[in-house]
């Protein structure tokens, strides 16, 4: 893979080249937007850049982001970057201890606050003593304002290099166990990989000068961070369109009009459940049949969706049922799986058009090598792999083979042809009181496709057997108080239960599925900021229950 040119290279490239190309789209309220073309993008990222090095900033100083997704925060990107800085991006979702850990660990030198959703229980744990920098969409606040600095600063003249070797950022994992870790990675290899990447979608799209997508899953999360935010950079020609409110999602969506879209399981999940809310699976497929009609309905939900325009649509970050993949192809959404990490700057694994397969996650991308161990798990080596784990040589040594492969911690299997397929977790792999592992991963997959599901775990630790809690579907949880629909529901996930259990070893088979009280969230910590499920939080949270379940009788019951 040729990776001669860096990150900023590409974008000084598009400035000269392609000054009035609007790059990105940021809505203000009200039905409002700002288009930014790339004149104005560097413009205002160059003004940023002065001010930040007449601060006399040290070399490769920590400046950190804390905002949703928006025009800004690219721009806030590649000012730190041109100030000679390392980006720390922080989740917006993120509590206020998270926040103060990851801004002391990282010793960051400077702040940017954006658009956020809960500042007032944040702002307590941004120490005094940082200076911040407040975006124009971000809540109230008395820090020095953005638009400010760009009209008062003259930005800086000419291409900034920066060393293939100078760390680019540090990305703090979303920690769905323990502490989060910072990942560094340097100009180079996130050069390489976001090259591979882009060529990886033209492969896909083509050449297009009317590139769209929208950008809504935390820029601070590598698949967003890689897949939107890099890969637009160095690609040239992709607008890119922001989110406002998860209110206006569907607006926005039919705003872009995307060409290309990204997203993680559980929201490929909620789409499919939002369709089952006004058409029940059974009457869809019926229509899905027929000839005509079939074709009108697929039409229809796509563009119901905003997704009608999309020609590469892609799920990663976690795994993904393969009946989902299966459905939406019947919709005419050709949903490619993806797999990848933190530490190769999400370049591992893709799906493409010729090899695919659903339940697999594809095949190494360019340049990237890929093995199974001894043990089963998955060694990568790729081309965006991480320099290292900041302030943690220790767990560097514990990350990589003698020769150089990343152990990923997922377990796997490779067919002949290339393709890849995750079979769990090693460190979620639990053994039951018989003495049996059992992989937690598959069996939640396939009790997520049911309609009535939202999301899963499976438990079981030192038990006779197994056991799965569900949370039930949004829209199906207002309605228990209702004898009927209760009723309903234990009855379709007995049958579900018993459905599950026949497709299983002896030893996997779940002994009861246990509905949750409430919804798992970001919020009440049960999910990470990228809707990964905390196994261990939500474990901990029923532990001193767990004993008694096994005495009940029956197979589906409230926790």
Known sequence: MSHSSLILDHVYGHEKTR??????????????????????????????????????????????????????????ELAIW???????????????????????????????????DTWPLQAPFVPNSIPCIAFPLAPENHYTKWDDVVRQTPPLEGDIARAPTDLAMIMYTSGSTGQPKGVMHNFERIS?????????????????????????????????????????????KTHVFFAESLDSFIQDLNRAKPTMFISVPRLWLKFQQGVFSKMPPAKLNLLLSLPIIGGLVRKKILKGLGLDQVIVAGSGSAPIPAELIVWYRKLGLNLLEGY???EDFA????????????????????GVQARISEEGEILVKSPGQMVGY????????????????FKTGDQGQQRADGLLKITGRVKELFKTSKGKYVAPAPIENKLNVHPMIEMSIVSGVSQPSAYAMVVLSEDIRPKMHEPEVKAQVESELTTLLAQVNSELADY?????????????????????????????RIEASVESQVASWYEKSGSVFWA
């Not at 060529?199 to 961070?225: M, W």
């Not at 767990?395 to 492969?405: K, S």
């Open 82 to 116: 041109m100030a000679g800085g390392t980006t720390v991006a922080i989740f917006p979702t993120e509590s206020g201890e998270t926040i103060r850990y990851v801004l002391d660990h990282s010793e960051a030198s400077f702040l940017f606050v954006g658009k956020l």
């Open 340 to 342: 990848a990490m933190t």
């Open 390 to 405: 900041y302030k943690r040589p220790d767990l560097d040594a514990e990350a990589f083979t003698a020769d150089g492969f």
């Open 19 to 76: 000054p009035e190309l609007v790059y990105m789209t940021q809505p203000i309220g009200q039905g409002q937007v700002i288009d930014y073309t790339w004149r104005e993008t560097l413009r205002q990222a160059r003004s940023m850049a002065a001010y930040l090095k007449a601060q006399n900033l040290a070399p490769g100083a920590r400046v950190a982001i804390l905002s949703k997704n928006c025009a800004h925060f690219i721009m806030a």
């Open 347 to 366: 370049y591992s694994h893709n799906s493409t058009e010729a090899i695919n397969a659903p339940g697999c996650v594809g095949v190494p991308l360019e």
């Open 192 to 236: 390489a990989a976001t090259e591979g990447i882009v060529k990886t979608l033209k492969e896909t799209l083509g050449d297009r000068e009317d590139n769209r997508i929208l950008s809504y899953l935390p820029l601070a999360h590598v698949f967003e961070r890689a897949w939107v935010g890099a890969s637009s950079l160095v690609h040239g």
């Open 508 to 536: 996997e088979k779940l002994r009861m599925l246990v509905i949750a009280n409430e919804a798992w969230s970001i919020e009440n910590g049960f999910l990470t900021p990228t809707m990964k499920i905390k196994r261990s």
